[in-house]
């Protein structure tokens, strides 16, 4: 990679790079706004959460992209197939240094994160498990530019380890086989399933790791999705910048890509959210540190641009009947008195009403 | 030890604090933006600046040991000479990383406390976990508070008590009752437009409102409150460092005499697993030149002896270095405390290479609730045990 952006040729590079990051971001959100099935949608954007990997450090776009592909192809497959296919993944690989890892002087960050964030959750291993499971997985390298991932025998562990009580000789296939086998990993999944789609305040029952046993993610998505927490009105959660974003341009169908790029991106990014550059491998923050002032400022920014471009025909109705019609549109189950209050001083104009709406309490936080 | 409670959801979960951060007190944005206005900081007050440093930065490449032989050979890759630091002292055998000539002056005019060795018992290698800890001041999983944010629960309700610089709210400043406001370094932009003269009303609690609505609606009275009062102020222009844009607008609302007592600023990307020289080096020396520019600025105006900045991270980082010439997680690290009033120089003492934990990592000596502790006590004039309940030791270095 020419480091050197200062010669013409390093500039070139630099720009195409930059050009490729934003053009794979715009890619996503277009798809998320399109998507024929958004539950896969969904999904993946929730994956891309728990295997955070952010292009700040990978730079080319290529190896995102294709981590993406796999993660949507096993959105609502089977966690195991997606585990191994991600512990062989080249972003995710670069990401926590698996480059540095070395049979004479192991690199933990793979082995440490893989255990606590992606697969069983903290204090759920030893020191001696992240040592064994980093000795587990040298021997793999990336090709940057393309996220290929080779595996180079001589370069691995071949000599028996113990990991989590389990004492053998391992690879990456053979980690992910181990980490997703054990029971902890269905409860560890499970948790991040309801904490991110039902509640940051409550525990799921029993039931739902028992969903995921088999580790299908579609089971435990169904489980969660039939469960009386699910409609329960106590359980909300606010929308994230791209959750809220998406959602947005999907009602008033608005293709992402349609609007001012740079601003877009930018305004997602001041709120604290980019597609494809979580801040750090524990994924992005949740709840109430969207809610911020700064974040309004730039919600408003992006909402009347969505406006300006959108369609409100669902409001041609009575101007009586445009309040409750902005709600049904917008999937909001009752407006506030303070919002309807609000929004009934707002009806000599479409466009103003849907974006009080959009920016509403009501419609930040998912009831 | 942590308890087995504590997992990364209960940390997201308290970073979110829906439950627990509900607004006592409202008042409309005019209210705050006119007491704001009448009610200046009072000169002499004291006020913190708390930097956070994301990541675990090395505590053994920032205050170096560079004339410990055993340091220089365990990790020789990564190890700093004779010639790449500024030496503290003549006697302590201890130096300044030289990306840090600002700090290093500053401790040269005994305005630096650096506590060494500072972490908690049975330290976690986990970033989450051991940030969770530090923001909470609490060992217990059960902690569902800042320890800034339970300083603010004690303070009467208004948004200007405690001020994060950025668009999401750090857990430290996150109370049972309160929490900080927000500003960011994009500068303070109020909606316009005809839809602008309604959108205030959308700021006010509605009594059907949910924990999390309510704090949808009061960040629309912040952004106002926040806007009328700091936002001719706040403007800054990319300059390249992050923390020097952050701390620049820090040092422009102290010295404006905003009411604020604390202030939250942070930089990420010190977990140098791989190329660590390099990658700290820059980051050390953005932090100390807008540390240094920061202090000059405050100096010139009212509060210029009021002013103690804390730095610190969740973790230093291990002894040996690895192959891939950076370091894995890590144990105790060096606390910086600056400031016109501080009683600078070395409290604790530099953690022996040799006499290492179990994990390889360097022993715990002050622990850094004694830290806060002081800090509670001396800047922020509070009881520290009604902030950190059960913690009675206490570091005073202000």
Same mark, same amino acid.
């Given at each position: 990679m020419p480091e050197d952006g200062s010669s013409p040729a390093g500039k070139a590079f630099w720009n195409a790079?930059?050009?490729?990051?934003?053009?794979?971001?715009?890619?996503?959100?277009?798809? /998320?706004?399109? !998507?024929?099935?958004?539950?896969?949608?969904? /999904?993946?954007?929730?994956?891309?959460?728990?295997?955070?990997?952010?292009?700040?450090?990978?730079?080319?776009?290529?190896? /995102?992209?294709?981590? +993406?592909?796999?993660?949507?192809?096993?959105?609502?497959?089977?966690?195991?197939?997606m585990?191994?296919? =991600?512990?062989?993944? *080249?972003?995710? +690989?670069y990401w926590l240094d698996n480059e540095e890892n070395y049979v004479t002087s192991p690199n933990e960050n793979m082995a440490r994160e893989l255990m606590e964030l992606m697969t069983l959750g903290v204090n759920e291993f030893s020191q001696n498990d992240v040592r064994g499971a980093a000795h587990a997985l040298t021997g793999y390298s990336t090709n940057l530019a393309t996220g290929a991932v080779g595996f180079d025998a001589s370069q691995h562990y071949d000599k028996p380890v113990a990991i989590l009580g389990r004492r053998g000789k391992f690879n990456a296939d053979s980690l992910a086989d181990l980490l997703v086998s054990r029971e902890q990993n269905a409860r560890y999944i499970t948790d991040r399933l309801w904490f991110r789609?039902?509640?940051?305040?409550?525990?799921?029952?029993?039931?739902? !790791? *028992?969903?995921?046993?088999?580790?299908?993610?579609?089971?435990?998505?169904?489980?969660?999705?039939?469960?009386?927490?699910?409609?329960?009105?106590?359980?909300?959660?606010?929308?994230?910048?791209v959750e809220w974003f998406i959602g947005a341009c999907r009602a008033l169908r608005v293709r992402p890509s349609s609007l001012n790029q740079g601003n877009t991106q930018w305004s997602l990014n001041q709120m604290g959210?980019?597609?494809?550059?979580?801040?750090?491998?524990? *994924?992005?923050?949740?709840?109430?540190?969207?809610?911020?002032?700064?974040?309004?400022?730039?919600?408003?920014?992006?909402?009347?641009?969505?406006?300006?471009? *959108?369609?409100?025909?669902?409001?041609?109705?009575?101007?009586?009947? =445009?309040?409750?019609?902005?709600?049904?549109?917008?999937?909001?189950?009752?407006w506030?008195?303070?919002?309807?209050? $609000?929004?009934?001083?707002? $009806?000599?104009?479409?466009?103003?009403?849907?974006?009080?709406?959009?920016?509403?309490?009501?419609?930040?936080?998912?009831? | 030890m942590i308890t087995c409670e504590f997992n990364r959801r209960r940390f997201l979960q308290w970073t979110g604090a829906s439950a627990f951060a509900t607004m006592a007190t409202q008042l409309t944005w005019d209210d705050l933006a006119n007491a704001a206005n009448s009610?200046?900081?009072a000169a002499s007050t004291p006020i913190l600046v708390i930097i956070t440093l994301y990541g675990g930065n090395d505590g053994l490449n920032t205050v170096v040991p560079y004339t410990d032989p055993t340091y220089q050979s365990i990790r020789s890759n990564i190890a700093l000479s004779a010639t790449d630091v500024l030496p503290l002292d003549t006697s302590s055998g201890l130096g300044f990383n030289s990306q840090m000539p600002m700090i290093s002056a500053l401790y040269g005019q005994n305005k &630096?406390?650096? &506590?060494? #060795?500072?972490?908690?018992?049975?330290?976690?290698?986990?970033?989450?976990?051991?940030?969770?800890?530090?923001?909470?001041?609490?060992?217990?999983?059960?902690?569902?508070?800042?320890?800034?944010?339970?300083w603010l629960d004690r303070q009467p309700h208004s948004p200007f008590s405690a001020i994060g610089i950025g668009s999401t709210l750090p857990p430290l400043m996150v109370g049972e009752q309160s929490v900080a406001s927000m500003v960011d370094v994009g500068g303070i932009g109020l909606p316009w437009g005809p839809v602008a003269s309604i959108l205030p009303r959308m700021g006010v609690p509605s009594p059907s409102d949910g924990p999390l609505e309510k704090a949808a609606a009061t960040s629309i009275s912040d952004l106002y409150a926040t806007a009328k009062t700091l936002g001719p102020l706040v403007s800054t222009s990319p300059t390249g460092s992050f923390m020097s844009e952050q701390l620049s607008i820090v040092s422009t609302l102290i010295n404006a005499n905003v009411p604020t007592r604390v202030w939250e600023v942070n930089l990420s990307s010190f977990d140098t697993h791989t190329g660590e020289v390099n990658d700290q080096n820059e980051l050390l020396a953005e932090v100390d030149a807008a540390v240094g520019a920061f202090m000059t600025a405050i100096g010139s105006g009212a509060h210029a002896n009021d002013v103690t900045v804390m730095v610190y991270s969740e973790f230093g980082r291990r002894v040996m270095s690895n192959a891939g010439q950076g370091t894995d997680h890590g144990t105790s690290a060096p606390v910086f405390i600056i400031g016109n009033s501080v009683k600078g120089g070395l409290y604790g003492e530099q953690p022996s290479l040799t006499s290492l934990d179990v994990n390889g990592n360097l022993q715990v000596v002050t622990d850094f609730r004694s830290v806060?502790? #002081?800090?509670?006590?001396? &800047?922020? #004039?509070?009881?520290?045990?009604? &902030?950190?309940?059960?913690?009675?030791?206490?570091?005073?270095?202000?």
């Open positions: 790079i930059y050009a490729g990051q934003t053009a794979t971001v715009s890619w996503w959100l277009d798809r /998320m706004y399109a !998507a024929d099935y958004p539950l896969t949608e969904r /999904m993946t954007w929730f994956w891309h959460g728990h295997w955070a990997t952010a292009v700040s450090k990978i730079f080319y776009p290529l190896p /995102m992209y294709k981590q +993406n592909v796999t993660l949507r192809k096993n959105a609502l497959g089977n966690f195991h197939d585990t191994r296919a =991600m512990v062989v993944d *080249g972003a995710f +690989n789609f039902v509640s940051g305040t409550t525990k799921p029952p029993a039931s739902l !790791a *028992g969903a995921f046993s088999g580790r299908d993610i579609n089971s435990a998505v169904r489980a969660l999705v039939y469960s009386p927490a699910w409609s329960s009105p106590a359980n909300s959660l606010v929308k994230s910048p959210q980019i597609p494809f550059n979580p801040p750090n491998v524990g *994924g992005w923050p949740y709840g109430e540190a969207w809610l911020s002032g700064v974040a309004f400022q730039y919600r408003f920014d992006l909402a009347q641009s969505i406006v300006t471009a *959108g369609d409100l025909s669902p409001l041609s109705v009575p101007k009586s009947h =445009m309040v409750q019609a902005c709600a049904d549109w917008l999937g909001v189950p009752a506030s008195p303070r919002t309807a209050s $609000t929004l009934n001083s707002a $009806t000599s104009s479409a466009s103003e009403l849907v974006t009080a709406a959009l920016l509403s309490p009501e419609y930040v936080v998912s009831a | 009610s200046p900081l &630096v406390a650096i &506590v060494l #060795g500072t972490s908690y018992p049975n330290p976690s290698l986990s970033h989450f976990s051991s940030m969770a800890i530090w923001q909470s001041a609490s060992l217990d999983a059960s902690a569902t508070s800042g320890w800034i944010g339970r806060y502790s #002081g800090l509670l006590e001396n &800047v922020l #004039g509070t009881t520290a045990s009604d &902030v950190i309940p059960g913690w009675n030791k206490t570091l005073s270095v202000v």
